[in-house]
């Protein structure tokens, strides 16, 4: 659990800032259970070295006085084209866990994507957050009755979306749970699911009493997109090849993702996959993405590569972590507004903008 931060005064500026005193208000396990990843962590940096590659060109005397920053997807138009990508035990951090987050998501009008693997179930974390725009995060159990059965919560719950994270037949290998000895704290659990008593330092979802199909198929998600009347987005694609599998069920949108690099390590980053992902999906269904973006700059890039939305992940613990609902909105907020600067200062008002000019402002080192 959160403890009350102590050492230097950290002035929160940008995302980083809350990472650091994120660290500062809990145990060195937990802080490494959401800040670590596979193996050699090659992913994770590839991430962030990769946008850091990508450099702007930006646009002058252009009429930017009128910015739009909406996201309209889903049938429903966000306020900003940013959104939470599912992370597992808010608890973790603050006693509110994903009710806070949840709180936060709406008051942004940003979408989350709610971990099957929360702290609070489904229906608490709907019925107490009051937002009424939460997408669920689902995997293919081998127990296709339980796969069913959180669906069949998620849509009583009022959820607007599945969203099915692909690629992880089985967990990443994290070698600083495994150091850490790592097991989840007395009274935080996946509450969506019973416990069994199995201890595997490398990843807590162990704990849950469920199994994740590594059998499974592109005929497996045809059946779970006929089993619910909520859009299915599909998470994790990253290979150019799985597109039109994807796309053939008739998806209602899919999240280039590594993960974070927590599952598969020496992957390639998403960003620089991102635009081949695009012209494959040629616009027929909404392209989001997430892993390793911090800044504004970061999500302006990824806007202009193609995509309709970008999602963070850890950041949103941090924020959680050290301020509950009000520090994940000060730390949206602040990438929000570096989001702003940026478009106002490569000359583009919008997204559309963005993507337009992408040839003229994007140079691929």
């Not at 009347?229 to 796309?247: F, H, S, T």
């Not at 939305?309 to 941090?318: D, K, L």
């Given at each position: ?12 500026v ?14 060195p ?7 670590g ?30 910015l ?8 429903h138009?966000?306020?900003?084209p ?5 992370t ?6 603050h006693?509110d ?8 998501a709406?008051?942004?009008?940003i979408?989350?994507i ?9 229906e ?13 995060q ?10 069913t059965?959180l669906?069949?919560?998620a ?19 994290r ?6 000895g ?22 807590p979802?162990?704990?849950?009493a ?8 592109w005929r ?12 299915v ?12 599998p994807?796309?053939e069920?008739?998806l ?6 590594n993960h ?5 390590d ?8 991102l ?44 924020a ?6 009000a520090?994940v909105?000060?730390a ?26 992408a ?7």
């Amino acid at each position: 659990m959160s403890q009350k931060p102590s050492g230097p005064v950290v002035k929160l500026v940008a995302l980083e800032d809350y990472r650091a005193l994120a660290r500062l208000s809990m145990s060195p396990a937990v802080f490494d259970y959401i800040d670590g990843a596979a193996c050699d962590e090659l992913t994770t940096r590839a991430n962030r070295r990769d946008l850091d590659r990508v450099a702007l060109l930006p646009l002058c005397m252009r009429d930017v006085s009128a910015l739009e920053l909406a996201m309209a997807v889903l049938g429903h138009t966000f306020r900003f084209p940013v959104g939470f990508s599912p992370t597992a035990f808010h608890r973790l951090v603050h006693r509110d866990g994903e009710v806070a987050t949840a709180r936060a998501a709406r008051a942004l009008d940003i979408p989350m994507i709610v971990s099957s693997m929360s702290s609070i179930s489904l229906e608490v974390i709907a019925r107490e957050s009051g937002n009424d725009n939460l997408w669920l995060q689902a995997y293919l159990f081998k127990d296709r009755e339980l796969t069913t059965d959180l669906i069949r919560r998620a849509e009583c719950a009022g959820f607007k979306a599945i969203v099915v994270t692909l690629g992880c037949p089985v967990p990443g290998k994290r070698d600083r749970n495994l150091r850490n000895g790592f097991r989840l704290p007395d009274g935080i659990s996946a509450a969506n699911f019973a416990r069994r008593d199995l201890a595997n330092s490398n990843n807590p979802i162990s704990s849950v009493a469920v199994d994740i199909d590594p059998s499974v198929t592109w005929r497996d998600l045809a059946w779970l997109c006929e089993t619910t009347r909520l859009p299915v987005i599909a998470k994790g694609v990253i290979n150019p090849l799985d597109v039109a599998p994807a796309l053939e069920l008739k998806l209602s949108g899919i999240m280039v993702s590594n993960h974070g690099g927590r599952q598969l390590d020496t992957t390639v980053s998403t960003i620089s996959v991102l635009p081949e992902i695009v012209r494959a999906v040629a616009g027929r269904v909404p392209v989001f993405v997430d892993s390793g973006f911090r800044r504004g700059t970061d999500v302006f890039k990824a806007l202009a590569a193609g995509a309709d939305g970008v999602f963070v992940g850890r950041p949103v613990m941090w924020a959680l972590a050290v301020g509950g609902e009000a520090g994940v909105v000060g730390a949206m907020n602040l990438l929000v507004e570096e989001l702003r600067v940026a478009m106002l200062l490569a000359g583009c008002a919008s997204a559309a903008d963005a993507r337009r000019e992408a040839a003229h402002l994007l140079r691929w080192r």
